[in-house]
Each structure stands twice: as C-alpha cells, then as structure tokens.
T-cell receptor, first 111, second 114 residues
Framework: EDQVTQSPEALRLQEGESSSLNCSYT??????LFWYRQDPGKGPEFLFT???AGEEKEKERLKATLTKKESFLHITAPKPEDSATYLC????????????FGKGTHLIIQP | NAGVTQTPKFRILKIGQSMTLQCTQD?????MYWYRQDPGMGLKLIYY???????DKGEVPNGYNVSRSTTEDFPLRLELAAPSQTSVYFC?????????????FGPGTRLTVL
C-alpha cells in the first residue's frame, strides 16, 4: 500500500526565516511526486512534479528536491503570503492512478 | 479557460437524501477524478475515469456512483446520504502524458449531512 507522511504537521516561522518541509513516501514504482499548495476553503494548487531521485525544481521562494525515500520543500526567506497548507502526493506506476496524499503541513509566516 | 469548475459550493443534506455533485473541465483532459478531504486527513480517491464511458473505483467508493458521458463532465452521485459523507469533495482532471500527468483541482464542494 502506498503511503505518504508529512512533517511537521504545523510550522510557524517569522518572515524571512527559511525552513524545510518533509515528505516521506513508500510507493510501488514511483511515477511522480507532487507538491500542492492549499489555501483555506480552496482546492489544491499545483506547485511541482518530481520524477526521479536527484531532481530539483524551483519557483520563486520554493525549491523542491527528491530522494528515493523522501522529498523536501525548502522555503527561502518566506513572506506572510506563503502561509498555506502544503500537500505532498505520490502517483504509482499506472497511467491513470489517483494520487496518494499526505495530511499536509500547515505553514504560518508571521510578519 | 476556467479549468475545473464544481457546483454547488456548499450543500446541506438530510440523512437519506440524494444529490449530484457537478464537475466540468474545459481543458480537454481525458482523465478525471473525485476525491474527498476530511479534517486532518489527506485527500482520498473515490472514483476516477480515463475517458467517456469508462470509470473505475478508487480507495473509498462505497456510497457513491459516477458516470462519464462526455469528456468535459464527471458528476458524482450520492444516493442515500449518511453523516459519514460529510466532507469536502474535490474534482480533478489531467491529460495523459508519457511521463506523468499533473492533476488540476477544482474549488471543491463542502457537503454537510445532518
């Protein structure tokens, strides 16, 4: 059974204080690992897809990395508008398979 | 290009009532999905479809039904609502690619069953 564990469950940072969110996974044949951002009352918003160990992707203050067992979402010099819940999900080998999600990390950036 | 749209945004049902959650996408994606999200839990897959006329069960299909008569629409049907179906429901769509296929989500429907 595919599993995704995210840590920490919640994280409070000061504006400008960099940190990392962790996503540990077990999956039979990783097809892709996804990061989404979810604001209260909204649907998940796509951030990144990572396909293979060693891959990295960046977008503004966010950088996602992937190893064979986990992924990290690094947040550099965050701003209050980065406050959200960040979701990690994996897709197994099948082409149409749904995503297996973690419970998310609730990030709060204080001004 | 509206992406994935869902209606209604909110709904309150009484136990035993039925309803259909609507989902439409305008990206010409062949794959569509229904998830539910409960407080403090990850999203769980209910049903998915790889194209018109083809649907399959996900992790938590009991109490739900789906149909896919067109590429654009993928409605989710609750026949006999139960309190355990109180949740936020998200529809998603993706386009098959050789490598992987990013799923794009709608804004969700918040359903309460009393």
């Amino acid at each position: 059974e595919d599993q995704v564990t995210q840590s920490p469950e919640a994280l409070r940072l000061q504006e400008g204080e960099s940190s990392s969110l962790n996503c540990s996974y077990t999956v039979s044949g990783l097809r892709g690992l996804f990061w989404y951002r979810q604001d209260p009352g909204k649907g998940p918003e796509f951030l990144f897809t990572l396909y293979s160990a060693g891959e990295e992707k960046e977008k503004e203050r966010l950088k996602a990395t992937l190893t064979k067992k986990e992924s990290f979402l690094h947040i550099t010099a965050p701003k209050p508008e980065d406050s959200a819940t960040y979701l990690c999900a994996v897709q197994a080998g099948g082409g149409a398979d749904g995503l297996t999600f973690g419970k998310g990390t609730h990030l709060i950036i204080q001004p | 290009n509206a992406g994935v749209t869902q209606t209604p945004k909110f709904r309150i049902l009484k136990i035993g009532q039925s309803m259909t959650l609507q989902c439409t996408q305008d990206m010409n994606h062949n794959y569509m999905y229904w998830y539910r999200q409960d407080p403090g839990m990850g999203l769980k897959l209910i049903y998915y479809s790889v194209g018109a006329g083809i649907t399959d069960k996900g992790e938590v299909p009991n109490g739900y039904n789906v149909s896919r008569s067109t590429t654009e629409d993928f409605p989710l049907r609750l026949e006999l609502a139960a309190p355990s179906q109180t949740s936020v429901y998200f529809c998603a769509s993706s386009e098959y690619r050789a490598h992987t296929d990013t799923q794009y989500f709608g804004p969700g429907t918040r359903l309460t069953v009393l």
